[in-house]
Nanobody, 123 residues
C-alpha cells in the first residue's frame, strides 16, 4: 500500500529551526513532485512549498519565502528556519505524479497524502 510518512515535527521556540522529512512506503518518490502543506484547526489546508522530481525546481508560499527550504534525495525535506508562532500547524506532505504546476498549492492536485506531523512554535 502506498503511503507517505512525515517526521521531524515538535515544539520549538520562536526563531528556532526544525527539519521535516517525508518518506514513501510502497512506492518511490523519484517520479513524483512533492508538496508540503499545513493546517490549523478551523482553517483550510495551506500550500507551503513544492519540489519537482525532474529538475528540482521549487515553489514557496510568500509567507515562508526566505525562511523555509525544500530539498530532496530519496526523501523530501523541509528545512524551517526563523520559525514564528504563526507557523504552528500540522504539516503534511503530498505526492503528485506529474509536476508542481501553476496551482501547486491546491490540495486537489495531489494523489497521496501523509498523516501529518505537528509543529508548535511557542516560548
Amino acid at each position: 500500500q502506498e503511503q507517505l510518512v512525515e517526521s521531524g515535527g515538535g515544539l520549538v521556540q520562536p526563531g528556532g529551526s526544525l527539519r521535516l522529512s517525508c518518506a514513501a512506503s510502497g512506492f518511490t518518490l523519484d517520479y513524483y513532485a512533492i508538496g508540503w502543506f499545513r493546517q490549523v484547526p478551523g482553517k483550510e489546508r495551506e500550500g507551503v512549498s513544492c519540489i519537482n522530481s525532474r529538475d528540482g525546481s521549487t515553489y514557496y508560499a510568500d509567507s515562508v519565502k526566505g525562511r523555509f527550504t525544500i530539498s530532496r534525495d530519496n526523501t523530501v525535506y523541509l528545512q524551517m528556519n526563523s520559525l514564528k508562532p504563526e507557523d504552528t500547524a500540522v504539516y503534511y506532505c503530498a505526492a503528485v505524479a506529474i509536476a508542481c504546476g501553476s496551482i501547486w498549492d491546491s490540495v486537489y492536485e495531489y494523489d497521496y497524502w501523509g498523516q501529518g506531523t505537528q509543529v508548535t512554535v511557542s516560548s
